[in-house]
């Protein structure tokens, strides 16, 4: 093995002298770093092929520090990863040397791993669905759906770096990076259009110039060849990583400022609002507020490196439940994403907003809807289906979703979810009382009056009614 060594060292090394063979209880060689960067520089092939000779070499001869010192160089050099895994240092696989190389390069599966792909997979599937719900609003459903996704690929990016699986799939560098610049603007304009029916104009586009720049700024990086890709990641060089990550941070505190002030504004103390509505906004805000101070930590002690072995377990887990907890209530509350409010309270006293006091509706039409509308819910009982919305609603009503809005708030001083699950409410009472009626099923008793679950329709009657369908039967 010595002479085979020495054949090898000599025709990489026949210009210098410096190769000192020692041979005492165990062989080694000891280079000079003079002698290596001359000739790694001269001949870049031939340093590879030296790496991997000399990290076999030493892990034959249990030296294990040494081993793993070429095995590094080789990995960043050669860009073969799966390197590691050879079965030649078996040898030195307990080494505290190997262990903490192999902890860096190895695939790990752990919880994590598993965890951020199940939420990243749930939510990417939920954001999907969600554009397929016609009947409710479709901006509402796409600016959420929006948001739900690029949480999921994040998510899912994120976990391919404690796993080490990001160098075995290279060309997820940057893979969510590039919406970066989308939280604040989708959350924010989310809670404009649900609170204040907002309709996006032209000025609005500059919302996306931030995205358009760095789309411009990265483009070259995902252009990159796979090699180069992974060269980056070992290297742990990533272009523009600290200033996109700065940006981000403060393009989320600012415009979760500005959902903030609204939500303290119109929804906090607001008597109108649905108490699921209320639950749904708050929580909202409290997970996004959780998860930017997650990334505030991350980016002040991991991106600029105060600390080299950030845990990013906290921000993964901020994600996951605003990622779960979207794509729960998607399940349990379809319609939810699309109902906001319709007035607001402010100094005690109800007000209109401004959009109905200039809507132009006559207090002639405005009766004449009422009337229509009492028809439609007594005599048609349009509550019963389970698919009716604000805007079905107006299309019965032969008018605006906007006048159908105003009437229900004016004449009944609810919002049209309010409204609804009143009616079914009262309707369901009438099918459970009765002697024949104590046997009914609960769950058929919702969906006849046109609730979708029963979850849903357990927390309206007991909001209504203090007691639980199952209390009302029995008592």
């Given at each position: 093995m010595i002479i085979i060594v020495l054949l090898i060292s000599s025709s990489l090394y026949s210009s210098t002298n410096e190769i000192e063979i020692r041979n005492k209880d165990n062989y080694s060689l000891l280079f000079s770093d003079k002698i290596y960067k001359k000739e790694s520089n001269k001949s870049s092939i031939d340093s590879i092929l030296l790496f991997k000779e000399f990290a076999l070499f030493y892990a034959k001869e249990n030296k294990a520090e040494l081993a793993c010192e070429y095995l590094e160089k080789y990995i960043k050099s050669s860009l073969d990863v799966s390197f590691i895994e050879h079965s030649y240092f078996d040898s030195i696989g307990n080494s505290s040397s190997y262990i903490e190389l192999a902890d860096k390069y190895h695939k790990k599966l752990d919880f994590w791993w598993i965890l951020c792909l199940y939420v990243g997979f749930v939510g990417v599937f939920i954001s999907v669905v969600l554009n397929f719900r016609k009947r409710f609003d479709k901006i509402a459903n796409l600016l959420m759906s929006a948001f739900l996704f690029q949480h999921s690929i994040f998510i899912i990016n994120i976990s391919l770096l404690p796993t080490n699986y990001e160098f075995y799939l290279p060309h997820s560098l940057y893979l969510s990076t590039l919406f970066s610049f989308l939280y604040g603007p989708l959350i924010y304009f989310y809670f404009k259009r649900v609170i204040?029916?907002?309709?996006?104009?032209?000025?609005?586009?500059?919302?996306?110039?931030?995205?358009?720049?760095?789309?411009?700024?990265?483009?070259?990086?995902?252009?990159?060849?796979?090699?180069?890709?992974?060269?980056?990641?070992?290297?742990?060089e990533r272009p523009y990583i600290t200033l996109v990550s700065d940006v981000k941070l403060m393009s989320l505190l600012a415009y979760m400022i500005l959902v903030i002030r609204m939500y303290v504004k119109l929804v906090v103390g607001n008597s109108l609002i649905s108490k699921v509505q209320h639950n749904w906004q708050r929580n909202i805000v409290i997970l996004c507020s959780i998860h930017i101070a997650s990334y505030v930590v991350y980016n002040i002690?991991?991106?600029?490196?105060?600390?080299?072995?950030?845990?990013?377990?906290f921000q993964i887990v901020s994600i996951a439940l605003l990622i779960l907890y979207i794509s729960y209530m998607a399940f349990v509350y379809p319609s939810i994403f699309g109902e906001g409010l319709i007035v607001i309270k402010e100094g005690g006293k109800q007000k209109?907003?401004?959009?109905?006091?200039?809507?132009?509706?006559?207090?002639?039409?405005?009766?004449?809807?009422?009337?229509?509308?009492?028809?439609?819910?007594?005599?048609?009982?349009?509550?019963?289906?389970?698919?009716?919305?604000?805007?079905?609603?107006?299309?019965?009503?032969?008018?605006?979703?906007?006048?159908?809005?105003?009437?229900?708030?004016?004449?009944?001083?609810?919002?049209?979810?309010?409204?609804?699950?009143?009616?079914?409410?009262?309707?369901?009472?009438?099918?459970?009382?009765?002697?024949?009626?104590?046997?009914?099923?609960?769950i058929d008793v919702a969906y006849e009056v046109g609730f979708n679950n029963k979850v849903t329709f357990n927390k309206s009657f007991k909001k209504y009614n203090r007691i639980t369908p199952s209390e009302y039967v029995k008592s």
């Open positions: 204040l029916q907002y309709r996006f104009v032209w000025l609005d586009v500059l919302h996306l110039v931030p995205t358009g720049l760095l789309l411009f700024l990265l483009l070259p990086v995902y252009s990159l060849p796979v090699e180069e890709k992974l060269r980056i990641m070992l290297n742990d002690l991991k991106i600029h490196r105060v600390i080299d072995d950030f845990p990013v377990h209109e907003l401004d959009k109905y006091r200039k809507s132009g509706l006559t207090e002639t039409l405005s009766i004449e809807l009422k009337e229509k509308l009492l028809f439609l819910l007594n005599q048609e009982k349009v509550y019963m289906k389970n698919d009716i919305n604000l805007q079905k609603l107006a299309e019965l009503l032969d008018t605006t979703r906007h006048n159908t809005s105003q009437i229900i708030n004016e004449h009944f001083n609810l919002n049209f979810f309010e409204l609804i699950n009143r009616y079914r409410i009262e309707e369901a009472k009438k099918l459970l009382k009765g002697e024949r009626n104590k046997k009914v099923n609960i």
